[in-house]
């Protein structure tokens, strides 16, 4: 907007009667002329400003240079203005106005003066400022806020790190507690087996040697009632043979003396069995398996194989596939006993009792620096949601009371205490294998025990 410089006198007559500050000056910004709300914004009187330039008067040290540069511009350009500044008065107080400066030209368009007027807008500008400052406060506040809240989440998730640890820790002790219970347990009961592999010794071998001394009598026997027999046949007494035959008749000496070779038999073949069990509880229950001891494996599981035969002798057929050169290795053979013991007994129970095709082949053989034994069961197979559990602790699928769920665990850890490894093959309905490699030369400085 431009004014016509006809209605600066009438618009001068206007100015006098408003309270806002009212500058007329020149085109070159000299004041001319002000108004009374001018002196009262001020404190300058038309006599002290006029020929000077407002700028120079009311500017003062805060007000913005990017304020001042900009009316400049416009000025020089001879454009009407639209500004907030910070202005000063007379005896220094800093107060914000809203500026408004209007050209006014002649006839011919040229610009003569510039109406100048300002409203006081101090209180605006202090309320605005301050929202300002309680706006960047607000934001600082939930920039802190922000700050709090990821130390606290930092801090939770530290925290749950440390419970999660605490709690695999309880968990390892409790693992760690179990086995040393099972081995305390197994080394016990491998002390006890042993004495009493051993006090079976003796009573086992009198009756073993008792029969074949019952044999030696009973052939004697038989040679008498052979004997008997020739002299009553040649005897001219018809009589007596008759009689005789008939006490024979009555004591069925026939049938006791074929009954007395079959019981005989049968008992020898029950003490060559316990001959057999004692030697194999003997071999298990080495009470030295805190020792290296050089063991010839196919052994081993011969002994565990007696021992476990009672459980699977009517329903399961085995296969050893043994290799016969297997060498000797250095091993702690009563630990290897517990492994062999724990896997095969595993492939019995994975063998439903009411199967009639049971099958468990044992397999050892040399391989490198290595021996490998391998048990391959046709039971229930191990299903692949529980293949990663097996090894845990506490983890059974059997009945409670059949299984603690600790053997493998510890099998696996004798193996690794051995340097060996240990793993399975298993189908769901099919069976499973288990491989098992161990070095033939136990590397000691891997040993713990
Ligand atoms: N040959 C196998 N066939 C099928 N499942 C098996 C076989 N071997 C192990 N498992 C599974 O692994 C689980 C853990 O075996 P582990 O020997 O550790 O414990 P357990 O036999 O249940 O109890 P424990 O050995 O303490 O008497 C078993 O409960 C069973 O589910
Ligand atoms: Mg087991």
New binding site residues.
Partial sequence: MEIPNQLLEKLSWVAIKTDNSVVITDNKGHIEWVNEGFTKLTEYSLEEVKGKKPGELLQGPDTDPKHKKLIHQKLAKKEPIEQEILNYSKSGTAYWIHLSIVPVHDEKRKVTNFVSIQSDISDKKNRRLELERLLAEKEELAKQLMMSELKFKSAFKQEKNINDTLKRTINKLESTQGQLVKQEKLATIGTLTASIAHEMNNPVNFVYNGISSLDDLLNDLEGYFAGLGKVLDASKDPSTKEQAQQIGDHYEVGEILEDLRSISSEVADGAKRIVEIAKGLRVFSRTDEEQILSTNINDLLESVIILLKGNFKYTIELTKDFDTNLPSIDCYPGQLNQVFM?LI??AIQAIPKERTDGHITIKTREFGPDVIIEIHDNGSGIPSSIQNKIFKPFFTTKEVGV?TGL??GISKDIIEKHGGSMRFDSKEGKGTIFYIQIPKNIDTRSQSA
């Fill in positions: 724990n007994s595993n299984g053997g493998m």
